[in-house]
Structures are given as C-alpha cells and as structure tokens.
C-alpha cells in the first residue's frame, strides 16, 4: 500500500475536489483488503453520491471531512500491505490478418505490454483499431505472427478468455436489473455469498451506478450501459482489459473521468491489469497511455516508443484570425512548413522549438486563441 495515496486524497478534499477524493479513497480501501474498511467506505461514498444526486442542492454534511479523514487513517495503519510489480503480460510479434474478402489487411505489428501499463490505439474509423484489438483477445485467428500470452502455460481459447476481458463499442444487450446482472457477473468469478455483496456494492459505488441498481436496460442511457459493462468485467479480475471505444458513448466530462479512473484501477494492489485501448479522442488518450500507436490503412505508422527516432521536427497546431501571409512573415520564407486545414494552423519546424514559436507570436502580438504542441501527439498524422 503506497500510503503516499493518503497524502494525495488528503489534497484533494482540501480544496474542494470531492469527486475525485470520493473514488480515490474507494480504490485505497479496496487495496487494504479489509472488508470492513471497504464497507465504510461504501457508505461514506453513498452518502456523497446522495447528496450530490439531490435536486436540493444540499451543503455536504459536517462530518463528511472528518469521516473521511478517518477511514485513511485506518487504511494507513492496515499492515500486510503490498506493492505492484510491473510483469509482462502480452507481446504480438509481426502479427497480420487479412479478411477473405481481401479489401482490408492488418499489416505486421509488433507491440507488448505489461501489467498496470495503458497501450493507446488511435486511427481513423475502418483503419484496423478493431481487428488488432479482437486478434489481440484471441477472437480473430492470425495469418502470420506470434502473440504470446506470458503468464499463461496453454493458451487455449478458453484460457485466453478468463485472462483477457474484451468490451466491444457495441455492448450486448442484457436482461433483468443491473445489479442482478452484477451479482451473477461476480457469482461466475467465484465470489460469493458477502464477498459478492460486498463487491457488487463496491463497484456499484465506484463506477457511481448505485442510483441506477434496479433499472433495466431499456431505462439507461448507452454511456451508463457502458459504465456498466466495465463494472461486470472489473469484478471478473482480468489480468488484460481490452476496450474499443469506450469513449464514444460518453459526454466529455465522463470521458476522462472514466479513463482515469481505469488508470487508477490498474495500478492498484487490489486486481493490476494491463488495458489496451482503442479511440478517435486523441488528445484524452494520450493524456493517459504509456504508449499510443497510430494506424492508418492497416500500418502502424507511428508508436509513442520509437519517437526519438522517428520525430525530427517540432509541430505545433493553433488557432489565429491572423492571415497566412502575417505569420509566414513573421518566421520568415523557407524557415518553417505552415499548414491550415480550415480551423487550425499547424507549423513545422526543425529549427525552433514550441516555445520560441508561441514566444514570437506573443512578441508580435499575435492574437492566440489555442495552442498545443504536437510533435509527439499522433495528431500531426491526420
């Protein structure tokens, strides 16, 4: 147990910033192992949810801090706590796969990845995000290549899928209530009895789904379908969780809480994880991913890895009502490659970096409504 968690949730209620303090300290509970602990933390959990669901608008009760204050100081003097190694977990080699049709091909690919690391897929859509991802989970048989699945000694089509979890952009359609659903979910990882409880009620809270408990499908929205789904999968424990899309039918602030949050996870003592990715939103992917590649047509163009060898300018994209030709004035003729593609203008340079490039601008009073360098972003590739 990193206790330095404490500190970091401890700084998060100070100023105000509960949500967040909320989940973090469901995640250091969890940690401990302590069932009680957990289930304290439950309820301190509900009531936030509660008072923050209420159309009343109602101040947090006056003991929220000091109920909160207590449960860390518990979970820090919880002994036995332990840390997470970093392992290996899968690594494809040269894999292809080309459909009999032959109108789309996934060319050789080599990528790996280990445990409480995020592998980032971004592309354009009908690129190969999906193919790579379901050979990836073992659901598509390769042409050419090897994945190897470390930490298993028969990797067997069964056995691939009690160790890697895969949650399509198209959640299947399930019956009954959510939490029913949740129950059976935990029921099939061998959890049982108060354990399942316990835990179904956990992530109920974590994944703010308490509220929606008794509701069936029909009655919530696919960006609450899809929170679902990763709860059911998160109480199965997989080693490897593969998820294409996850961002596409959620708002944009649930969009990086949710990605967060599943970084937060996977670096927990409670179930580390490895997870793979795939999305359109460049910049909320690569905000959190250790590695992202980029795949275009079937290649992989570009992985976050191979950078310093790969990436010999700086690119740098922003937004001016300044013309074209003011800004090439500005640089001078031949010193830089300005590009404009209708909203944003991108310069790249070798010679200059981001910050001498925003910093003449600036001294030129140039008018800046956005700016962001890319030169590592996979944006510079579409």
């Known amino acids: 147990m990193n206790t330095s968690v404490a500190g970091e949730i401890s700084d998060y209620l100070k100023h105000g910033d509960y949500s967040v303090a909320v989940r973090r300290t469901l995640d250091y509970c969890l940690d401990t192992g302590d069932d009680t602990l957990i289930e304290t933390a439950i309820s301190w959990s509900r009531e936030y949810h509660e008072n923050e669901n209420s159309k009343s608008e109602k101040p947090l009760p006056d003991n929220f801090i000091g109920k909160a204050e207590s449960i860390l100081q518990q979970a820090k003097t919880i002994t036995g706590t332990a840390s997470v190694s970093n392992y290996p977990l899968i690594s494809a080699e040269k894999i292809s ?37 379901r050979c990836l989970a073992g659901q598509l048989a390769l042409d050419n290549g090897e994945i190897k699945y470390h930490l298993l000694q028969q990797p067997d089509a069964y056995a691939i899928k009690n160790h890697i979890a895969f949650i399509p952009q198209r959640i299947p359609k399930w019956y009954g209530l959510l939490k029913d659903n949740l129950h059976f979910s935990a029921s099939i990882a061998g959890v049982y009895g108060a354990k399942n409880n316990l835990m179904v009620n956990f992530m109920l809270e974590r994944l703010n789904l308490s509220s929606y408990a008794h509701l ?44 967060t949050d599943l970084i937060f996870m996977a670096k927990g003592t409670h179930n580390p994880m490895g997870i793979i990715l795939s999305s359109q939103q460049l910049h909320e992917v690569e905000k959190v991913a250790d590695t992202v590649i980029f795949i275009k047509q079937g290649n992989c163009l570009y992985s976050s890895n191979d950078k310093a060898e ?24 031949g010193t830089i490659e300005l590009q404009f593609n209708g909203g944003f203008y991108t310069i790249i340079s070798s010679a200059l970096s981001a910050q001498e490039i925003i910093g ?12 962001r360098d890319i030169t590592y972003s996979t944006k510079r590739f579409f």
């Open 97 to 133: 796969k080309t459909y009999s049709g032959g109108n789309f091909s996934l060319k050789p690919i080599d990528l790996s990845i280990g445990t409480g690391n995020v592998l980032g897929v971004v592309g354009e859509n009908g690129n190969g995000k999906t193919t790579l991802l």
């Open 216 to 259: 069936t499908w029909n009655q919530i929205s696919s960006g609450y379908r899809t929170r679902f789904e990763i709860a059911r999968i998160l109480l199965q424990k997989p080693r490897l969780l593969i998820l294409d899309e996850p961002l596409a039918n959620l708002d944009i602030n649930a969009q990086q809480t949710i990605l």
């Open 310 to 333: 790969k990436i010999t300018s700086n690119a740098i994209e922003f937004e001016t009502a300044t013309s074209r030709e003011s800004i090439v004035e500005l640089f001078g003729e």
């Open 360 to 371: 003449r601008m600036i001294t030129a009073n140039i008018p800046v409504t956005y700016f």
